[in-house]
Structures are given as C-alpha cells and as structure tokens.
C-alpha cells in the first residue's frame, strides 16, 4: 500500500461522513494558525506524512515546516505551522499527530542504538513486526533514525527460516528448492538463511548458495566464534535476545547486521500536540 493510499483510507477512517463536532462549532470561512509543538527529546519523522494528510483534507491549507524530518528535537521546539481553514485543521489534526508520533517514537529508538553501534561494523536492521497496513511508515522512520530496512515483505527477498528448513526436510533441501525456484521463475533475489547453532551452520557454510546467514538467538561469546567460522564468505546477520543493555556486546563481534524487532513493535510515541495560534 502506497503512502498515499494509506493517508485516504486513514482520513475516511477518522472523519467517516463528516467530522460534526468542527462543522458544529466552526463557522464555515473562520480560518486560524496552529503550530506542532514538540514536548519530549527525540528524533522528529513525519513531518512530510503530516504535511500530505493535510492537503490531502484541503489543498488551500498552507504548511510551513521549520524542523526537517530526521532532526534531534526538544520540548519547545516548534516543527511546523498549518495556517488555513481552522474545520479542515482541526479534522486533520489527530490523524498527523497519530502518524509524527508514532513515527518520531521509532526513528527515536533507532538513532538510539545507532548511536550505541558507533565504531563498530554493524548496521541495524528492522523487521517484518510492522503495524499492519502501516509499514511504509515506520520502516521510513527506522531509516530516519539511522537504521537501514531489511525486506519490505515476502516478495522482495528469500529468507529461509527454521520452520522452512523443518517443513522442506532439511537445511540443503531448502536451499536447493530455493535454487531451483528462482531458476524456474526468473528471479535473482538475495537469499539468507537462518540457523539455530553451529550444526546447522557447518552444513550451510559447506552447502554455500546464500548470500547471508541469520545467527538467531546465539550468544555474543557463540556470534563472534560464528563470525570467524563464516569467514567473510557470507554477510552475517544477527537477531534473538539482542537487547538495548547488550547490543554493543553483539555489535563487536564483527557481526554485519543486527535485527531488532522492537523498533517497530515495541515502541513508546514520541510526545507532541497541535496548539492553536489564532
């Protein structure tokens, strides 16, 4: 689903047939000015999602950024102004809010490991324990934080997981079905593979035909003893019990990537509010 598509469906959602409580009270013409206050330290993101739901209510409005998205922030800063017909302000409203800080509470936990990764090799990667339907979002905000994606969906990516390996009957029946699919198909996507220990480890560094391995749930002592095992001969990836206490721990073993699931479901929103001016 496309950005756009996602903001339609979310004003229909919220506003329905009419947003009555605004039509009520505000006279038709009656415009004003509101500002987006930030009262929390964190990383802004939305800013742009913000300004296309409120044209998308009403082209007339004009919005003036003053924080770019990907911006530390501060209580008190002020990251935008939206001046124009106070109805189709006021309609908007908690959509943008809703959107700025969920998304400002991801990219906001992201920069935070980042920061914790500094001089080590490792680049943090999100997942797929994304919102449903919101996805777009919040990995556009996990990459304002300093993170990198990982797959958008099933499509874009082939990554065998234990119970791929368990269901196809083993670690080279699954990469070979993998081969063999792709060949069939016409695709070149990247594979990665997960493994569970240094058994299944063995037998994917001596089967080869992936591009990456998954270390899933090993411990910082084990990755580091796998990532010298692999050699460079696959890109590594690590993920399972990788927490904001023991991530750098993980980070210097020379791992290329660290997945963290919670970046995106398990997040705290950023806090900010909308202030009328006039």
Same mark, same amino acid.
């Given at each position: 689903?496309?950005?756009?598509?996602?903001?339609?469906?979310?004003?229909?959602?919220?506003?329905?047939?009419?947003?009555?409580?605004?039509?009520?009270?505000?006279?038709?013409?009656?415009?004003?000015?509101?500002?987006?206050?930030?009262?929390?330290?964190?990383?802004?993101?939305?800013?742009?999602?913000?300004?296309?739901?409120?044209?998308?209510?009403?082209?007339?409005?004009?919005?003036?950024?003053?924080?770019?998205?990907?911006?530390?922030?501060?209580?008190?800063?002020?990251?935008?102004?939206?001046?124009?017909?106070?109805?189709?302000?006021?309609?908007?409203?908690?959509?943008?809010?809703?959107?700025?800080?969920?998304?400002?509470?991801?990219?906001?936990?992201? !920069?935070?490991?980042?920061?914790?990764?500094?001089?080590?090799?490792?680049?943090?990667?999100?997942?797929?324990?994304?919102?449903?339907?919101?996805?777009?979002?919040?990995?556009?905000?996990? $990459?304002?934080?300093?993170?990198?994606?990982?797959?958008?969906?099933?499509?874009?990516?082939?990554?065998?997981?234990?119970?791929?390996?368990?269901?196809?009957?083993?670690? $080279?029946?699954?990469?070979?079905?993998?081969? !063999?699919?792709?060949?069939?198909?016409?695709?070149?996507?990247?594979?990665?593979?997960?493994? !569970?220990?240094?058994?299944?480890?063995?037998?994917?560094?001596?089967?080869?035909?992936?591009?990456?391995?998954?270390?899933?749930?090993?411990?910082?002592?084990?990755?580091?003893?796998?990532?010298?095992?692999?050699?460079?001969?696959?890109?590594?990836?690590?993920?399972?019990?990788?927490?904001?206490?023991?991530?750098? !721990?993980?980070?210097?073993?020379?791992?290329?990537?660290?997945?963290?699931?919670?970046?995106?479901?398990?997040?705290?929103?950023?806090?900010?509010?909308?202030?009328?001016?006039?």
């Amino acid at each position: 689903m496309t950005i756009d598509e996602i903001i339609r469906q979310a004003l229909e959602e919220d506003i329905g047939p009419g947003d009555h409580t605004s039509l009520a009270t505000i006279p038709l013409h009656k415009t004003g000015t509101s500002q987006l206050l930030i009262k929390e330290e964190g990383i802004l993101a939305g800013v742009d999602i913000a300004a296309k739901v409120f044209h998308t209510l009403d082209p007339s409005l004009e919005f003036e950024m003053k924080i770019p998205d990907g911006s530390e922030v501060k209580p008190g800063d002020m990251a935008f102004t939206i001046t124009g017909s106070s109805r189709s302000i006021l309609s908007g409203e908690r959509l943008a809010l809703n959107f700025m800080q969920r998304m400002s509470g991801i990219a906001t936990i992201t !920069r935070r490991l980042v920061k914790i990764l500094d001089g080590t090799p490792a680049k943090i990667l999100d997942t797929r324990k994304t919102t449903p339907l919101l996805r777009e979002l919040e990995k556009m905000a996990v $990459r304002l934080g300093g993170g990198e994606n990982h797959r958008m969906g099933l499509y874009d990516m082939i990554m065998i997981k234990d119970n791929h390996v368990d269901f196809a009957g083993g670690i $080279r029946e699954a990469i070979e079905a993998v081969i !063999r699919y792709q060949k069939i198909e016409g695709l070149q996507l990247k594979i990665e593979i997960e493994v !569970r220990n240094f058994e299944e480890l063995q037998e994917v560094i001596s089967i080869g035909k992936v591009d990456r391995i998954m270390l899933d749930n090993f411990t910082p002592d084990n990755l580091a003893k796998a990532v010298r095992l692999i050699d460079g001969r696959f890109e590594t990836e690590a993920s399972g019990g990788i927490t904001i206490d023991n991530i750098r !721990r993980y980070a210097e073993t020379g791992v290329d990537y660290i997945s963290v699931g919670a970046l995106t479901h398990h997040i705290k929103s950023l806090d900010m509010s909308l202030k009328a001016l006039t």
